[in-house]
């Protein structure tokens, strides 16, 4: 029986990939450096601000990463929600069972917490881990963090994310996961990964949660 269930953020409850890109380009611009491709700087996303940073400004300019990453910093705080929004049938999700949930991102983890309190999201979240607050995934050490803060074992915990990287750090933590197909990972690499379940829908996984809990 699932007691906890535990979160990835972006691309699993959130779709933050506009505010990220649009952050990223005004670093950019902010450093006279050309802009990317939104959809470029999305395959950047999900193992956190400084790798996010690093890969937006290539190999060729990274003596400005120390500059870069403050800018980039300054520009997301700027527009932390302003076209992030939940994927459609994440609030409904979120009030199936069970009630002992957290979030665990590579993102900061001030920024993961205000970006859920400015969607009214915070609330549902006893514990939220980021990736400035404990190592970062696949390292398991956040994950058994909230285990722990949550007061569940790992074998009774669900960890829901959208990429290999989250699969990863379940299967180190000992903790199942289920993988979602609508975030930034693709369905066939993430089905290859082996997670324990694989569902295409925030419905489909309340209906699993729903199943786990012995609802």
């Given at each position: ?111 993961a917490r205000?970006?859920?309190?400015g969607l ?96």
């Amino acid at each position: 029986m699932v007691t906890a269930v535990i979160y990835d953020l972006d691309g699993t409850l959130v779709d933050s990939r506009a505010d990220i890109a649009d952050s990223v380009n005004a670093m950019l611009s902010t450093l006279g450096l050309p802009e990317r491709d939104e959809r470029e700087i999305w395959s950047f996303i999900g193992e956190g601000a400084e790798r996010l940073v690093r890969r937006s400004l290539g190999s060729s300019h990274d003596h400005l990463f120390a500059e870069a990453i403050k800018e980039w910093h300054v520009e997301y705080a700027r527009r932390l929600v302003a076209k992030t929004r939940p994927y459609p049938g994440i609030v409904e999700l979120l009030e199936t069972p069970p009630a002992a949930r957290g979030v665990l991102t590579n993102k900061p983890g001030a920024f993961a917490r205000d970006l859920l309190r400015g969607l009214g999201l915070l609330g549902k979240f006893p514990s939220v881990v980021g990736g400035d607050e404990a190592p970062k995934k696949p390292d398991p050490t956040g994950l058994l963090r909230l285990c722990a803060d949550l007061g569940a074992d790992p074998a009774h915990t669900l960890y829901v994310g959208d990429s290999s990287i989250d699969i990863a750090t379940g299967s180190a933590a000992g903790v199942p996961v289920c993988a979602v197909g609508w975030g930034l990972g693709d369905p066939e690499e993430l089905r290859k990964a082996g997670p324990a379940y694989l569902c295409s829908s925030p419905a489909e996984v309340a209906r699993l949660l729903a199943r786990l809990a012995g609802v």
